[in-house]
């Protein structure tokens, strides 16, 4: 089912999600995720530039925190690169319920608590 909402997000990126997933952003936390009205389940976008359809593009300052790169100053063909690559889907439940990341490139620390992953 999160595959699917991925497949449709890199395939129609102009188009609002289909049901049941939503498509929210908290303005506290500025982070955009997805969520399945469904079934509660939690899809966090952190992809560094996100097209929200009509001309708009969400930058997610998220990920460079995450990476260690500070936002606005890496030279512009990383971005290149990201936009290139399929994203990755990775999945946790440390925050007591169980939530999708999806992710330009594979971490070694869990972006929710910081705990290593293999
Ligand atoms: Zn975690």
């Known amino acids: 089912m999160v595959y699917a909402l991925l497949a449709f997000l890199l395939r129609c990126p102009e188009h609002s999600v289909p049901y049941p997933w939503e498509r929210c952003y908290n303005v506290?936390?500025?982070?955009?995720?997805?969520k399945n009205i469904d079934d509660g389940?939690?899809?966090?976008?952190?992809?560094p530039r996100v097209n929200l359809g009509g001309g708009l593009d969400h930058e997610n300052s998220?990920?460079?925190?995450?990476?260690?790169?500070?936002?606005?100053?890496q030279p512009p063909f990383c971005d290149y690169?990201?936009?290139q690559n399929?994203?990755?889907?990775?999945?946790?439940?440390?925050?007591?319920?169980l939530?999708?990341?999806?992710?330009?490139d594979l971490v070694q620390f869990c972006p929710l608590c910081g705990q290593f992953v293999s």
């Open 41 to 47: 389940t939690m899809v966090i976008d952190l992809r």
């Open 81 to 83: 690169q990201y936009d």
């Open 28 to 34: 506290m936390t500025k982070v955009l995720y997805y």
């Open 86 to 97: 399929s994203p990755v889907i990775f999945y946790t439940n440390c925050l007591g319920c």
């Open 62 to 73: 998220m990920w460079n925190q995450l990476t260690g790169q500070s936002s606005g100053r």
């Open 99 to 104: 939530i999708y990341i999806i992710m330009p």
